[in-house]
């Protein structure tokens, strides 16, 4: 019989979900759990945790995995209109499941490598970017998208909703791999679709992932045409079922922040998005936080953050731009946007207490959460289910020289007659 237990550190600092510190010996167990160590216990690996911080593993709400095929300065500088003209749709027209395993490996490597170990991705082929996940031995909430425009991936909004009826039908709630049901936005899906996809969501009790307010423009124009705005439209036409995740929020009054409250909504903070592509607004979280919305952090895809999917960079960028927006340097501690990045996490990740960043440590070894959020530090061990994806700084589940030299093949053709 195997032990239950993954691996001992010893002489290591944990911290755990509530963010309290641990000094000592630490068991990790297969089922995410753990325990003090009394050095006897029967484990698969034996770890000197002495140079390693352990936290829970990092998460990312938002995310469009293989637009690493259009990271990072590629369309840099455009205004969006020009950008989705000019570079993101001429390049998604030649999008295949090849270039989306390509993208979505390139993916999984920089999540694991900057400690992530969930995301919820929105994306074309979502089938192709599941088992890339789960291959590399993470989570993922993988959102096939849903729109009324013709999609590289489906002709019309029906196929992309009969897609995922089958890949949710084939699914258990215990799946590391859970698909959603991304319906793009209220600007590229129709009334029907969004009731059909919503349906699904019940019948199937999926998830659904929507863009919410992310722009001025968005906004002006549901109203325009149907007399509210966005989240009460939603609400209107009995949208929202529990746990849908909506990314951005940025233009919201707050009758409709109580109704992402009402339906229990995940909100999803992307502010490196909203700045790089100047939306002039980012989601207000005084607000939120006053009515109790779950709200999380994202990065958006490779090519509107600017900054890859390094969501360490990005708590930071919202602590930063929160306590900016409002005047408040109070606002959004270190350690409470870590429990925004790592909430409901099951997975753990040790990070290098050797590097640089994660210098001074403090008088009484407590700044390691703020040395994190705002300076980032090395991962070295990653574990999902009591399985080492990562080890010693070397990702055990994806050949990464293998994994980018593929990404650099596929830009070539990607990209042809474009950029
Ligand atoms: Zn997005």
Redesign the pocket.
Request: charged share 15%; net charge negative; hydrophobic share 15%.
């Given at each position: 019989m195997t032990s239950e237990y993954a691996a001992r550190y010893t002489n290591s600092v944990l911290y755990d979900d509530k963010g309290e510190k641990h000094l000592g010996d630490f068991l990790l167990h297969d089922d995410g759990s753990w325990s003090k160590s009394n050095g006897d216990e029967d484990v698969r690996q034996v770890i000197d945790g002495s140079n390693k911080l352990l936290t829970r593993s990092l998460q990312n709400w938002?995310?469009?995995l293989a637009m690493q095929l259009n990271a990072r300065d590629f369309s840099d500088g455009f205004v969006l209109d020009r950008w989705l003209n000019e570079a993101i749709f001429p390049t998604e027209a030649k999008l295949n499941p090849e270039f989306v395993r390509v993208g979505a490996t390139a993916a999984a490597c920089e999540l694991i490598a900057t400690g992530s170990s969930f995301a919820a991705d929105?994306y074309f082929y979502p089938a192709v970017t599941g088992h890339v996940l789960d291959n590399a031995g993470i989570r993922g909430l993988v959102g096939g998208p849903v729109s009324d425009f013709a999609l590289p991936s489906h002709l019309d909004a029906k196929s992309a909703l009969d897609e995922l009826d089958t890949l949710l039908s084939k699914q258990s709630s215990t799946d590391r791999i859970q698909y959603a049901i991304a319906t793009h936005s209220v600007y590229t899906c129709s009334e029907e679709t969004l009731i059909r996809a919503s349906e699904l969501a019940e019948k199937r009790s999926g998830r659904l992932h929507i863009?919410v307010s992310?722009t001025r423009k968005e906004v002006a124009d549901c109203f325009e045409k149907t007399g509210k705005y966005p989240v009460e439209y939603l609400d209107c036409i009995d949208f929202f079922k529990p746990n849908t995740v909506c990314?951005?929020a940025s233009w919201v009054k707050k009758n409709e922040i109580r109704i992402l409250k009402k339906h229990d909504v995940t909100t999803v903070h992307?502010p490196s998005?909203n700045m790089k592509l100047a939306c002039g607004g980012t989601l207000s979280l005084p607000a939120f936080q006053a009515e109790g919305v779950d709200v999380r952090i994202?990065t958006?895809?490779a090519a509107?953050s600017g900054n890859g999917l390094n969501i360490l960079a990005e708590a930071r960028t919202a602590a930063l731009v929160q306590r900016h927006d409002h005047w408040d340097p109070t606002l959004l501690p270190a350690k409470d946007v870590f429990q925004m990045i790592t909430k409901d996490s099951k997975d753990w990740v040790a990070w290098d207490l050797e590097d640089l960043r994660m210098f001074p440590r403090g008088r009484s070894n407590n700044r390691h959460i703020a040395n994190l959020v705002f300076n980032g530090a090395r991962c070295l061990d990653m574990w999902v289910d009591g399985v080492a994806v990562r080890m010693d700084g070397i990702t055990q589940t994806i050949d990464e020289k293998l994994a980018m030299q593929e990404l650099d093949a596929s830009v070539e053709s990607y990209y042809e007659g474009i950029e």
């Open positions: 938002h995310t469009h929105m863009h992310e990314a951005h992307c998005s994202g958006d895809g509107s």
